[in-house]
């Protein structure tokens, strides 16, 4: 059977993130990305940010809400229990269903995520919320919009909702995709875009990190080696005919067999051309091929490899 690599994959540009912004909240010690275009609010104000929400057009929001309380101190949200955030949701809402509960995991952390209905006059809304506590303070990240809408913004309300970090808290923070099976610890203080496939985090020194899957019944029952180096390495120089080959070598990634492959070639950044190094970890699993990338100027690559490297090592399936 001929494999299929889809050429569009292989190269991911630094200027094309531009949908999301850090929001660091300073007085309760947490950060999450927003999408730059929506609606920011903080209340009950700038000085007490206890609740930030930022909502779209189409009035699905993402909200953090703070609660700071001595009787969080050494407890889980699944030690508080199902009854006390259904009390906590009843303190705005009547009529509320309570129609999933799982558990995710933001910030290397399992933790528990619930899924509401409410009943209102005219339209039905839903509510997905995380619990997340570190110390004594209770941290909900909030998705909501009427019925129709929430499902249509869900995953991107998700993808934020993972980017969610405790400052100075884990070196690194967990963001994953359910949709194509798999996490990833993107590196603490990088601008993350987790929104959508690609996957991106980059650093103000053109750092970059990408992880891309693509699926196809074409995969089904391969590995990675059953796919030629040749074939990986001339998908690159469709689009970088003077790439140069460093390294290729075998390896595994959470017990799947893997190909790593080490590249130069010249980028065009922030107006300049640079020679940039980048790794590439191509792997497949299922039907789904993956690569992971790590990009950084070739004069500052001895910098990030340590970061890099472990950045790799987070990688998991789900």
């Known amino acids: 059977m001929k494999i299929r690599v889809f050429l569009f994959l292989l190269i991911f540009a630094i200027t094309n993130i531009a949908f999301s912004q850090v929001y660091i909240n300073s007085k309760y010690s947490?950060?999450?990305?927003?999408?730059?275009?929506?609606?920011?609010?903080?209340?009950?104000?700038?000085?007490?940010?206890?609740?930030?929400?930022?909502?779209?057009?189409?009035?699905?929001?993402?909200?953090?809400?703070?609660?700071?309380?001595?009787?969080?101190?050494?407890?889980?949200?699944?030690?508080?229990?199902?009854?006390?955030?259904?009390?906590?949701?009843?303190?705005?809402?009547?009529?509320?269903?309570?129609?999933?509960?799982?558990?995710?995991?933001?910030?290397?952390?399992?933790?528990?995520?619930?899924?509401?209905?409410?009943?209102?006059?005219?339209?039905?809304?839903?509510?997905?919320?995380?619990?997340?506590?570190?110390?004594?303070?209770?941290?909900?990240?909030q998705l909501e919009g009427r019925s129709g809408v929430y499902q249509l913004f869900e995953e991107t309300g998700k993808?934020?909702?993972?980017?969610?970090?405790?400052?100075?808290?884990?070196?690194?923070?967990?963001?994953?995709?359910?949709?194509?099976?798999?996490?990833?610890?993107?590196?603490?203080?990088?601008?993350?875009?987790?929104?959508?496939?690609?996957?991106?985090?980059?650093?103000?020194?053109?750092?970059?990190?990408?992880?891309e899957v693509v699926e196809s019944q074409d995969y089904k029952g391969l590995s990675i080696f059953d796919i030629a180096p040749e074939t990986l390495i001339d998908a690159i120089r469709t689009k970088k005919p003077k790439a140069m080959v460093i390294e290729d070598s075998k390896l595994t990634l959470d017990n799947i067999s893997a190909r790593f492959i080490k590249y130069k070639w010249d980028e065009k950044i922030k107006n300049f051309t640079t020679q940039v190094t980048v790794d590439h970890y191509y792997t497949i699993r299922g039907s789904r091929f993956y690569i992971i990338q790590c990009q950084a100027p070739t004069k500052d690559f001895d910098k990030y490899k340590e970061i890099f490297q472990k950045c790799v090592e987070s990688f998991q399936y789900l």
């Open 159 to 211: 993808g934020y909702a993972y980017t969610f970090s405790i400052t100075g808290n884990k070196p690194g923070k967990y963001v994953k995709s359910d949709a194509f099976g798999f996490r990833i610890a993107f590196p603490d203080g990088w601008t993350v875009f987790a929104v959508a496939i690609p996957f991106q985090a980059f650093d103000k020194n053109n750092g970059l990190i990408s992880v």
């Open 30 to 141: 947490y950060r999450i990305n927003l999408p730059k275009s929506w609606e920011k609010k903080e209340f009950p104000s700038k000085e007490n940010p206890a609740k930030v929400t930022a909502t779209n057009d189409e009035e699905f929001s993402i909200s953090v809400i703070v609660k700071e309380n001595d009787y969080y101190i050494g407890k889980k949200p699944e030690n508080l229990g199902m009854n006390y955030f259904i009390e906590l949701m009843k303190t705005d809402y009547n009529n509320i269903n309570l129609l999933q509960t799982d558990y995710e995991y933001i910030e290397n952390e399992q933790i528990l995520f619930a899924q509401f209905s409410v009943s209102m006059e005219e339209y039905e809304m839903f509510f997905g919320q995380y619990y997340f506590i570190a110390g004594s303070t209770l941290y909900i990240i």
